[in-house]
């Protein structure tokens, strides 16, 4: 989910997507069973470090098969392809491991991890903290060091004038061409960060600006649980994170 940044001091007027240093950005999609995010279950996921071939990809055995056919026809994973694949629990843990292999210890170790997908705070973000909440692990960074940044929210600023602020819209309008792999998660993982290497944004670190705390996501009103999993410290949770999860 993140990419390493370095501040490119260019001396034209439009920056090019800068990014802040020492901040790690890692491009995130998720197909799930469906769009209620406190029960649909993750089927695939893909992060990728921005500007960088680091990138995880995964499909995910849901507990509950078949999945719906609406699901199959727009993604293209079936269910008989998802009874083969490892449950949450194995790739949940083997995300992990590859965030602390290969992401965290690599030769620059960000001071805090931004996390970058196209509506990923109504979304992805909350999908992703209750599965997370189910992994029996401590983390290798502390919930504080997260940040989101969505695009979706970034783009309107950008372009305010467009009539449709759908990935695939945004990427066609950009590029003249329909996405490939549109709703796979690796493919639009793909297409958004063709998207971030093309999109110019006014100043440096205004991708920053753009940012949220990731224990802010319940301002989305979506959904409340308890994601230990990335807290070093129990005793920091807010109120809003004591409520029950059901796993139900």
């Given at each position: 989910?993140?990419?390493v940044?370095?501040?490119?001091?260019l001396?034209?007027?439009d920056?090019?997507?800068?990014?802040?240093?020492?901040?790690?950005?890692v491009?995130?999609d998720?197909?799930t069973?469906?769009l209620?995010?406190?029960?649909?279950?993750?089927?695939s996921?893909s992060?990728?470090?921005?500007?960088?071939?680091?990138?995880?990809d995964?499909?995910?055995?849901?507990?509950?098969?078949?999945?719906?056919?609406?699901v199959?026809r727009?993604?293209?994973?079936?269910?008989d392809?998802?009874?083969?694949?490892?449950?949450w629990?194995v790739?949940?843990?083997?995300?992990?491991?590859?965030?602390?292999r290969?992401?965290?210890?690599g030769?620059?170790?960000?001071?805090t991890?931004t996390l970058?997908?196209?509506?990923?705070?109504?979304?992805?973000?909350?999908?992703?903290?209750r599965?997370?909440?189910?992994?029996?692990?401590?983390?290798p960074?502390s919930?504080?060091?997260?940040?989101?940044?969505d695009?979706?929210?970034v783009?309107?600023?950008?372009?305010?004038?467009?009539?449709?602020?759908?990935?695939?819209?945004?990427y066609?309008?950009l590029?003249?061409e329909?996405?490939?792999?549109?709703?796979?998660?690796?493919?639009?993982?793909?297409?958004?960060?063709?998207?971030?290497?093309?999109?110019?944004?006014?100043?440096?670190?205004?991708?920053?600006?753009?940012?949220?705390?990731?224990?802010?996501?319940h301002?989305?009103?979506v959904?409340?649980?308890?994601?230990?999993?990335f807290?070093?410290?129990?005793?920091t949770?807010?109120?809003f994170?004591?409520?029950?999860?059901?796993?139900q």
């Amino acid at each position: 989910v993140y990419v390493v940044s370095h501040l490119r001091d260019l001396a034209s007027k439009d920056v090019s997507f800068c990014l802040v240093m020492s901040t790690l950005h890692v491009v995130l999609d998720l197909e799930t069973t469906g769009l209620d995010v406190k029960t649909n279950e993750i089927i695939s996921m893909s992060m990728r470090v921005l500007h960088s071939d680091c990138r995880f990809d995964e499909f995910v055995r849901p507990r509950k098969l078949p999945i719906p056919y609406a699901v199959t026809r727009l993604t293209g994973i079936g269910s008989d392809f998802l009874s083969t694949k490892d449950s949450w629990e194995v790739v949940g843990n083997r995300m992990c491991d590859w965030m602390e292999r290969d992401v965290l210890q690599g030769s620059i170790k960000p001071s805090t991890i931004t996390l970058v997908g196209h509506n990923i705070r109504r979304f992805d973000v909350p999908i992703l903290l209750r599965h997370l909440a189910l992994l029996a692990r401590k983390a290798p960074i502390s919930f504080n060091q997260i940040r989101v940044v969505d695009t979706l929210i970034v783009f309107k600023r950008i372009y305010p004038k467009l009539k449709c602020y759908k990935q695939s819209f945004m990427y066609q309008h950009l590029f003249g061409e329909k996405p490939p792999l549109a709703h796979s998660a690796s493919g639009d993982v793909d297409a958004l960060c063709k998207i971030l290497g093309h999109v110019s944004i006014p100043k440096k670190g205004e991708l920053q600006k753009y940012s949220y705390d990731i224990l802010e996501f319940h301002h989305t009103q979506v959904v409340n649980i308890a994601p230990v999993f990335f807290l070093t410290n129990k005793s920091t949770l807010p109120d809003f994170f004591t409520h029950r999860y059901n796993t139900q």
